[in-house]
């Protein structure tokens, strides 16, 4: 889904990958769009998010899926043991308002369509986490750290994870706010008590802060295609210099990882003429020769082709002729 949404200018995303013991990891995933890509309506929203159960007979599949997997209960007076479950009634505020359509209440959160056409019963158990939090009182001494150690779950999903360098918290574009500001738009506390005279002498005053002039040369142009900009000041007349190896010998590009290096090589390949071809790595897993229980179905090809992580090349690489490449 990045994939395709980092194609269309001005699109941004922040996620943060949560592991659980019971299962798959899940992200909580925040997209920043341009206003003509927002969903700002209920009609907008209703074709492309449904809180509804699938109808069973177009799509049985899909229906056995969140019956089996995404309905909360039950829990409340119907069910005291469960741990969602204080006083009778549960703290995640289920079950939920039925709604015959999609609004967007007053605080701009979106209350989804959800029809009461269908009842269902569920009789296989759920997994909850529950969360103790204890209190010391005056006498008693809490070791924090051997709490930690001993709460710690690191289940097989996220040590995977963790091994093959996949992200836990993504940013695109990696953009890190500097300690600068522009002329008076410099951030100012103050105290809610202090006059308005003294808050506006204090922003006046130059607390430890100092102008810093940048020259032009570090400054991208203001665009809405960023990484055009930088191809365009960092390699000026590219195709008049393309087989001139001092040119790209004293000009690079420095990326934070592979996947912001593979879109800006992609954006220079375009921008040489010729047809593009796809080279593909030869790759084979070894195997120790006293490994006796060695499954090689354990280990997909697709899914070993697919690795992106610092100090191994990817799986594929597009040239055409006349591309230069450099070699490490």
């Given at each position: 889904m990045l994939?395709?949404l980092?194609?269309?200018?001005g699109?941004?995303a922040?996620?943060?990958?949560?592991?659980?013991?019971?299962?798959?990891p899940?992200?909580?995933?925040i997209?920043?769009?341009e206003?003509?890509?927002?969903?700002?309506?209920?009609?907008?929203?209703d074709k492309?998010?449904s809180?509804e159960?699938?109808?069973?007979?177009k799509?049985?599949?899909?229906y056995?899926?969140v019956t089996?997997?995404m309905?909360?209960?039950?829990?409340?007076?119907?069910?005291?043991?469960?741990?969602c479950t204080?006083?009778n009634?549960?703290?995640?505020?289920?079950?939920?308002?039925?709604?015959?359509?999609?609004?967007i209440?007053?605080?701009g959160?979106?209350?989804y369509?959800?029809?009461?056409?269908?009842?269902?019963?569920?009789?296989n158990?759920?997994?909850?986490?529950?969360?103790?939090?204890?209190?010391?009182?005056?006498n008693e001494?809490?070791?924090e750290?051997s709490?930690?150690?001993?709460?710690?779950?690191?289940?097989?999903?996220?040590a995977?994870?963790r091994i093959?360098?996949?992200?836990?918290?993504?940013?695109f574009?990696?953009?890190?706010?500097?300690?600068?500001h522009?002329?008076?738009?410099?951030s100012v506390?103050?105290?809610?008590?202090?006059?308005l005279?003294?808050t506006?002498?204090?922003a006046?005053?130059?607390d430890?802060?100092?102008n810093?002039e940048?020259?032009?040369d570090?400054?991208i142009?203001?665009?809405?295609?960023h990484i055009?900009?930088?191809?365009?000041?960092?390699?000026?007349?590219l195709?008049?210099?393309?087989?001139?190896p001092?040119?790209f010998?004293e000009?690079?590009?420095?990326?934070p990882?592979?996947?912001?290096v593979?879109?800006i090589?992609?954006?220079?390949?375009?921008l040489?003429?010729?047809?593009?071809?796809?080279?593909?790595?030869?790759d084979?897993i070894?195997?120790?020769?006293?490994?006796n229980?060695?499954?090689?179905?354990m280990?997909?090809?697709?899914?070993l082709n697919?690795?992106s992580?610092?100090?191994?090349?990817?799986?594929s690489?597009?040239l055409?002729?006349?591309?230069?490449?450099?070699?490490?």
């Open positions: 994939t395709l980092k194609h269309n200018n699109f941004a922040v996620y943060t990958v949560k592991f659980q013991k019971r299962g798959l899940h992200a909580h995933l997209l920043l769009l206003p003509e890509d927002k969903l700002i309506t209920a009609a907008h929203i492309y998010i809180a159960i699938p109808d069973k007979d799509d049985p599949e899909l056995q899926i089996d997997q309905i909360h209960g039950p829990c409340g007076a119907e069910r005291p043991s469960c741990p204080v006083n009634k549960c703290t995640k505020k289920f079950p939920k308002q039925f709604n015959e359509t999609t609004f209440d007053e605080s959160y979106t209350i369509k959800k029809e009461m056409t269908v009842v269902l019963s569920k009789n158990e759920q997994i909850c986490i529950a969360i103790m939090v204890t209190v010391a009182t005056e001494e809490v070791d750290i709490n930690y150690y001993n709460c710690r779950y690191l289940s097989t999903c996220e995977a994870w093959y360098g996949f992200d836990i918290h993504y940013r574009p990696p953009v890190e706010r500097l300690p600068f522009l002329p008076n738009e410099q506390i103050f105290d809610e008590r202090d006059s005279d003294y506006l002498d204090k006046s005053k130059n430890r802060e100092a810093v940048f020259p032009n570090m400054l142009p203001d665009s809405d295609d055009g900009s930088i191809i365009h000041e960092s390699y000026p007349d195709l008049q210099n393309q087989y001139d001092d040119y010998q000009r690079a590009i420095l990326a990882n592979h996947e912001l593979d879109m090589n992609d954006r220079m390949l375009s040489i003429p010729g047809d593009k071809k796809t080279y593909n790595s030869s084979t070894g195997v120790a020769d006293d490994d229980n060695f499954d090689e179905t280990y997909i090809e697709e899914f697919n690795l992580m610092a100090g191994v090349l990817n799986h690489i597009k055409k002729i006349g591309t230069p490449v450099m070699y490490m």
